[in-house]
């Protein structure tokens, strides 16, 4: 792992901002030559800071209205069962993220259907079909409040200050 100085700190702010942002852009934007950007960017997707660069649409803009978040289940606990919900959570594209997590459930998944009508199919047509599966528990938001795909860096030290995306 290397070390992030307040440049590549300023550099993953930015690109958290604008990934589309040109080299000469952000190298005005932070203060270094476009060449000292390019090599940073460089290392720290080398390093496995940056994950990759994606375009985020706009859910209602493409039709996708309903967002649940659903709480699963499971019968029995065991590599087994486990790795058969994964595989087949992973080939639903209605579900966007998918969390083990401790408490009463045992996965948290966030949903998106274009319809009330599409979540009800697939909850009853495809989720709850999955074997192993107990119970099925969901929220479905009302209103989006907050949206982000930045990730916080001020516990990294010395980062910027975070923009609102």
């Known amino acids: 792992m290397i070390d992030l100085d307040k440049y590549d700190l300023q550099l993953l702010s930015e690109l958290q901002t ?3 942002a040109s080299n ?3 190298a005005e934007r932070i203060h ?3 060449s000292q950007v390019s090599r940073r960017v460089q290392r720290l997707e080398q390093s496995g800071f940056i994950e990759r660069y994606v375009a985020l649409l706009r859910p209602a803009a493409i039709g996708l ?3 649940a978040f659903v709480n699963v289940s499971l019968e029995r606990h065991g590599e087994v069962h486990t790795d058969a ?3 087949a959570i992973r080939d639903m594209e209605e579900v966007l993220e998918c969390f083990a997590i401790s408490g009463e459930a045992d996965y948290l998944l966030r949903v998106m ?3 009330l009508p599409a979540l009800s199919d697939f909850m009853l047509h495809r989720l709850m079909r999955i074997g192993g599966v107990r119970s ?3 929220n479905i938001a009302l209103t989006e409040l907050k949206r982000s795909t930045r990730l916080p860096l001020d516990h990294l030290g010395n980062a910027p200050k975070a923009k609102a995306t």
Do not use: C
């Open 65 to 67: 209205g309903v967002t």
């Open 113 to 115: 259907t274009p319809s």
């Open 24 to 26: 000469a852009v952000l």
């Open 85 to 87: 919900f994964t595989d």
């Open 136 to 138: 099925v528990k969901s």
């Open 18 to 20: 604008d990934g589309q």
């Open 32 to 34: 270094l030559s476009p």
